[in-house]
């Protein structure tokens, strides 16, 4: 079954306290990205990448860091979790069709920090 | 300039409705458009993508218009399994259409 999965689906941490969130899709796509999902602000894109070893920031990269080493892999990680990472993250891989990039997103991971 | 607007609603509708949902973004240059289904504390999934000349996919029609920048979303005769919140989804054009912005959603409830 094609899918993206993420681990863990929900996670409660105290704040400085480093955690990883793993995604993995097993549809060979090139393009993949998180995404942290907030009441009133929708979705807004943290990290993209590209390709393995080719990432780039989105709209609200600060506090997190990415890497893409292999091509169904890529991790979201927080060196120094706050409050304010408080959110729904999802993960989502794509490949290019006809008409744009349609993207499949993971399960989403539900994560608070105290 | 919001670079993609969706009226929130909700929108409160009986069964057998039909409901529209109009999107307007800022970025003429956008390429691609989609409309994403998301249920409750659940992903986003792909409803349906949006092309020029206009598409339809059962119950449910999208519709562009370039000249005034808006999507639009009908759905005729509405389930109760309809109920969701509906995301507006816009590319811009080129190497950065990979790049997808989201509008925040209109939120539709259908009442038995």
């Known amino acids: 079954e094609a899918q993206v999965t993420q681990n863990p689906r929900y996670l409660i941490t105290v704040t400085g306290k480093k955690l990883t969130v793993t995604c993995s899709q097993n549809?060979?796509?090139?393009?993949m990205s998180w995404y942290r999902q907030d009441p009133g602000l929708g979705l807004r894109q943290i990290y993209y990448s590209m390709n393995v070893e080719v990432t780039d920031k989105g709209d609200v990269p600060e506090g997190y860091k990415v890497s893409r080493k292999e091509k169904r892999n890529f991790p979201l990680i927080l060196e120094s979790p706050s409050p304010n990472q408080t959110s729904l993250y999802f993960c989502?891989?794509?490949?290019?069709?006809?008409?744009?990039?349609?993207?499949?997103f993971g399960p989403g991971t539900r994560l608070t920090v105290t | 300039r919001k670079e993609v607007e969706q009226d929130p609603g909700p929108f409160n509708v009986p069964e057998g409705a039909t409901v529209a949902f109009n999107c307007t973004y800022s970025?003429?240059?956008?390429?691609?458009f989609f409309w994403y289904r998301q249920d409750c504390r659940k992903e986003p999934k792909l409803l349906m993508s949006?092309?020029?000349s206009g598409n339809e996919d059962g119950r449910f029609t999208a519709q562009l218009n370039r000249a005034s920048q808006y999507i639009s979303l009908l759905i005729r005769d509405s389930k109760l399994s309809d109920s969701a919140t509906y995301l507006c989804?816009?590319?811009?054009?080129?190497?950065?259409?990979?790049?997808?912005?989201f509008g925040k959603g209109t939120k539709l409830s259908v009442i038995p």
């Open positions: 989804v816009v590319t811009p054009s080129g190497a950065g259409s990979y790049q997808l912005t």
């Open positions: 549809m060979n796509h090139e393009y």
């Open positions: 989502a891989s794509s490949s290019s069709t006809g008409t744009g990039y349609e993207q499949y």
């Open positions: 970025n003429s240059a956008s390429q691609s």
């Open positions: 949006v092309y020029s």
